[in-house]
């Protein structure tokens, strides 16, 4: 992804910070399919719509809810392993959908799910250009530090293993004129 599609792309996702306004429908309709616990049903899902903030910045993506009960999660991009894109009839219906960030100690409470918003695909994208980015600059920034760490007149990784190499040959020989005794 070449450096302006990817500051228009970030430009585009950092400006989500709520959920998209058809999220509260989905939610009354997933509450009038419960039919007797509709009422508390919906209002857990209408203070969870009005409380909901999502917040990507250059460490990773942060989400939060909840009034009594509030729930933050953050997750950096070195840590993100895979991310899925979710549409259900009635989410596809209102146009939105869901990215669900998969870690790597899984687990209950390890992924995070940016749920309700138009801009999915986007935001995949986005994320897997900052996964790779920051898995490239790690690699590149372990080269960079093992240069450096190198002290000066030190030999290099193939000087090193020709060295390794000459002395165990030395030692096989040596051990061949012994008659292979030790």
Partial sequence: MDDTRFAELETRVQA??????????????????????FPFLMLFLYFRYH?????????GVSM????????EMHLTYARMQDIHLSQNLFERWLGIGSVRVQTAGGGEGGDLEIVGVREFEAIRDYLYARMRGVREGRAAHAGAA??????????????????IRDELRAAARALEARGGQP
């Fill in 64 to 71: 939060g809810y909840g009034i009594l009960f509030r729930r």
């Fill in 16 to 37: 989500i910070t709520r959920p998209a306004p058809p999220l509260l429908t989905y939610f009354f309709l997933i509450a009038l399919v419960s039919n007797v616990a």
């Fill in 51 to 59: 409380t909901l903030r999502y917040r990507f910045d250059e460490d």
């Fill in 146 to 163: 093992a240069k450096v760490a190198a002290p000066a007149g030190a030999l290099s990784t193939d000087q090193t293993l020709a060295a």
